[in-house]
């Protein structure tokens, strides 16, 4: 078969209106799909003007083309969805509506050397439909997503304010633990007083008679009645449990002021020491029931950290430790330097974690506490905060032995070490 009746052939069966036009834009030939789908008889076309037989294509859009396709010899490709498309074509299933058109428009030569224009257009109403599809779920999907996103912030805003409220509630607990430790030497202090406060009298009773006393027989009658002796010993015994009582309110309020540092967001070299003893001076009314407390306490350099922060840490895991231990058991609080990290350990003779529940519990809200006892933020707010440090924190539990949190911390934060470089 000639090459030419074999493509003319194909043409002919192709899915595609082909308009062959000559340089003038003269009718030169269309295939059945343009036949079938305008309704017009090609014998009475041929030869006549593109635009007298479709009147509708004439449009500066086209002839925008024309020009384009001629002058530099382009294939000019349209999609005419929002105007009326080039010519009127009917769907495929004779719908009046026609079809969404695209159009490739452009010259070419035949072999004898003349110039001609190619019209292809095809049906992209499927195309355009399946589209549409995509666009209607693709909204739905950002609408989706900013439900989502709008769901997160406020997820984030909760989230923040119940971390806001837990320290709220640890600073409640810390002030009733405190306020349970001040009354007990307030009380003895103030009981002496008033012990005192009697012996005083009686001794101005005494130091008054010396003026009026007939002799001194008298006046050592008064003392013995007074009990002068016990007085003395007992004043002493006093005064010095009442300095020793006076001492403790102290230590407790200097305590209570390191560690209530809780605006502090500042690094700074830190003995970690000191921050420890405060800690276990605050949370002592929390422990001291549940178990005997060890420290261990190794060579450490002073620690670049945020001690207001790291005392929380130590904080959470210690009252941790002590709701771990059943009955009475031992807490151990270990330091030791190594390398340019340090590291705390709190280690506790308490039930263990189940070793299915060990990778949850740094997850905010994780408890197995009973309701209104445990809140699940503890842990994970100590692991924000060493995050934060650029530490770690490390767990070892055994069920029914024990549990030993170890908190690591650089020596020197990580950026400040950039800068001094
Ligand atoms: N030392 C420990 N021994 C045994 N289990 C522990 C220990 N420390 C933590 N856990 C487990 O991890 C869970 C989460 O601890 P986390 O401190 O985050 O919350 P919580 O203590 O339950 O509540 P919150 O600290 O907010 O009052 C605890 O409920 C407990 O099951
Ligand atoms: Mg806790």
Redesign the pocket.
């Known amino acids: 078969m000639n090459p030419f009746d074999l493509f003319g052939s194909l043409v002919e069966k192709i899915d595609l209106g082909v308009i062959v036009l000559d340089s003038d834009l003269c009718v030169q030939r269309w295939n059945s799909f343009i036949a079938q789908r305008s309704g017009k008889d090609l014998t009475q076309a041929l030869g006549r003007r593109f635009l007298d037989v479709f009147p509708e294509a004439g449009s500066p859009r086209f002839e925008r083309m024309v020009e384009l396709a001629r002058g530099q010899a382009r294939h000019i490709y349209n999609h005419w969805l929002e105007t009326p498309p080039l010519v009127h074509l009917m769907h495929a299933d004779n719908d009046k509506n026609g079809f969404l058109q695209s159009t490739l428009f452009f010259l070419f030569e035949t072999p004898d050397g003349e110039s001609h224009f190619a019209l292809v257009m095809y049906d992209t109403s499927a195309v355009a439909r399946s589209n549409e599809q995509l666009e209607a779920a693709l909204s739905a999907l950002r609408k989706k997503q900013d439900e989502q996103d709008q769901l997160l912030r406020k997820l984030e805003t909760a989230n923040s304010q119940l971390l806001q409220s837990?320290k709220l509630a640890a600073i409640g607990q810390l002030a009733a633990g405190v306020a349970h430790e001040i009354n007990n030497p307030i009380g003895y202090v103030n009981s002496n007083l008033k012990t005192l406060g009697g012996y005083v009298r009686d001794m101005l009773r005494i130091i008054n008679a010396m003026d009026g006393a007939a002799n001194l027989d008298e006046l050592r009658q008064l003392k013995a009645n007074l009990e002068y002796d016990y007085i003395r010993e007992d004043a002493e015994a006093l005064i010095a449990e009442s300095e020793d009582g006076i001492d403790r309110v102290k230590r407790i309020i200097g305590a209570l002021k390191d560690f209530s540092h809780i605006e502090e967001e500042e690094f700074r070299p830190a003995d970690l020491h000191r921050g420890l003893d405060t800690t276990l001076n605050v949370v002592n009314n929390e422990l001291k029931y549940k178990a005997e407390v060890v420290k261990e306490y190794g060579e450490l350099p002073d620690i670049e950290c945020i001690p207001s922060q790291i005392n929380q840490v130590v904080m959470?895991?210690l009252?941790?430790?002590a709701?771990?231990i059943e009955q009475f058991g031992r807490i151990t609080l270990r330091t030791a330097c190594d390398g340019d990290w340090a590291w705390i350990e709190v280690e506790?003779t308490?039930?263990?974690?189940d070793p299915k529940?060990l990778n949850r519990?740094?997850e905010p809200f994780?408890?197995?506490?009973p309701v209104g006892?445990?809140?699940?933020?503890?842990?994970?707010l100590?692991y924000s905060i060493v995050q934060k440090h650029h530490g770690r924190i490390e767990v070892h539990?055994e069920l029914g032995k024990g549990?030993r949190?170890r908190v690591w911390l650089p020596v020197v934060q990580p950026t400040a070490l950039g800068q001094k470089d």
């Open positions: 837990e959470n895991l009252v941790n430790a709701h771990a506790d308490g039930q263990g974690i529940l519990i740094y994780f408890t197995t506490k006892k445990g809140t699940g933020l503890g842990l994970a100590s539990s549990t949190f």
